[in-house]
């Protein structure tokens, strides 16, 4: 079975925690977020700019777009399980949009959780706390 899984949360929840524990074992599986975007290749040092955020949600879901991609399209044999692990916060349904229309065109199941900060995680990325008060604000939540 192919599947898409969608991390929600906020920052320190364990999102890519889980990510990474949900996509061990290698190929095909893989996962993706917008913060990878942030990292500098030279020194693997995070360094957000909130002025490219739109271009790191859009990286995001192109990597994930060129993967679900290289499983199913002009392949002889296309991979049959696979899972795809997207983590970012996804505080509104709309943000989720172009990951589930990747889903349906390459026929990946769609899961989406939200991940709780019960643990008292922090961020690792020094989102300070009016951030993610506005973020939590905002979170929508579907549950039919």
């Not at 709309?94 to 995680?121: C, D, Q, S």
Request: charged share 25%; hydrophobic share 35%; net charge negative.
């Amino acid at each position: 079975m192919r599947e898409l899984f969608l991390l929600r949360g906020l920052p320190g929840s364990g999102k890519t925690t889980i990510a990474r524990s949900l996509t061990t074992g290698g190929y095909p599986n893989g996962y993706y977020e917008a913060d990878h975007f942030f990292i500098d290749i030279e020194t693997g040092k995070y360094k957000f700019d909130p002025i490219k955020l739109p271009l790191a949600h859009d990286t995001c879901a192109y990597r994930v777009k060129e993967h679900m991609y290289s499983l199913t399209e002009d392949r002889p044999d296309p991979v049959q399980d696979a899972r795809i692990v997207v983590s970012n916060t996804f505080t509104q349904e709309w943000e989720m949009k172009p990951y589930f229309e990747l889903a349906e065109r390459y026929g990946f199941i769609v899961h989406t959780l939200i991940v709780e900060n019960r643990h008292g995680g922090e961020s690792v990325h020094d989102v300070p706390l009016e951030g993610i008060d506005s973020m939590e604000s905002r979170f929508q939540i579907k549950l039919r």
